[in-house]
């Protein structure tokens, strides 16, 4: 079984920063990739960005310059540094992970969802 927590979320004032975590856990023998994605209300799912195991990124266009991804091989965790927060990322955001425990097939999970409010 595979586990995926998010922390990090809140709200914060335009122009703000908010990091968020997720933490991997549970049986996971190779890591493809890890990502963050996010839902706004009455809007699809979206990604925001990823990271692959050859550590290659990869960001919305909306958050290029703003959004910083990084993970902790070790540990299992991903991160993402949010700066200069703006009104429209406000949403949900969800991690999100791509893997295969050692004899299983290839499985992408997701966490819980994390709420970032962008609001004065």
């Known amino acids: 079984q595979v586990q995926l927590v998010e922390s990090g979320g809140g709200l914060v004032q335009p122009g703000g920063s908010l990091k968020l975590s997720c933490a991997a856990s549970?049986?996971?023998?190779?890591?493809?990739?890890m990502g963050w994605y996010r839902q706004a209300p009455g809007k699809q799912r979206e990604l925001v960005a990823s990271i692959r195991s050859e550590d290659s990124t990869n960001y919305a266009d909306s958050v290029k310059g703003r959004f910083t991804i990084s993970r902790d091989n070790a540990k299992k965790m991903v991160y993402l540094q949010m700066n200069s927060l703006k009104s429209e990322d406000t949403a949900v955001y969800y991690c999100?992970?791509?893997?295969?425990?050692?004899?299983?097939?290839?499985?992408?999970?997701w966490g819980q969802g994390t709420q970032v409010t962008v609001s004065s």
């Open positions: 549970g049986s996971i023998f190779v890591i493809y990739a």
């Open positions: 999100n992970l791509d893997s295969r425990t050692v004899t299983g097939p290839r499985v992408r999970y």
